[in-house]
Nanobody, 125 residues
Framework: QVQLVESGGGLVQAGGSLNLSCAVSGLNFDMYAMGWFRQAPGKEREFVASISQSAVNLYYADSVKGRFTIFRDNAENTMYLQMNRLAPEDTAVYYC??????????????????WGQGTQVTVSS
């Protein structure tokens, strides 16, 4: 059974930072690209960032480029999202996802096969 468990969300003031984690079990972690998505209240879920198996290829939504960094630790079966200079518009439930071989595919809109349960990030102004 594939499981993705996010952690690290919370309440932070604008300009602050958070580091999200996604622990993965039930599949060969280093064989899959990984991604982060988010869904704000009243909006559709959107792509945030994705990373290839070896972390060579990284993709970011324009809205987070330069502020967020995606990385992974294949030895720990864990993916991370370091979020800096957070803004109120970053408030959303953040989801990690996997099940694809190509990180670019997530950037291009391919739906992942597996999702975590999400972690809430709230940025106050």
């Amino acid at each position: 059974q594939v499981q993705l468990v996010e952690s690290g969300g919370g309440l932070v003031q604008a300009g602050g930072s958070l580091n999200l984690s996604c622990a993965v079990s039930g599949l060969n972690f280093d064989m899959y690209a990984m991604g982060w998505f988010r869904q704000a209240p009243g909006k559709e879920r959107e792509f945030v960032a994705s990373i290839s198996q070896s972390a060579v290829n990284l993709y970011y939504a324009d809205s987070v480029k330069g502020r967020f960094t995606i990385f992974r630790d294949n030895a720990e079966n864990t993916m991370y999202l370091q979020m800096n200079r957070l803004a109120p518009e970053d408030t959303a439930v953040y989801y990690c996802a996997t099940g694809v071989q190509i990180a670019r595919a997530l950037y291009d809109g391919r739906a992942p096969d597996y999702w975590g349960q999400g972690t809430q990030v709230t940025v106050s102004s």
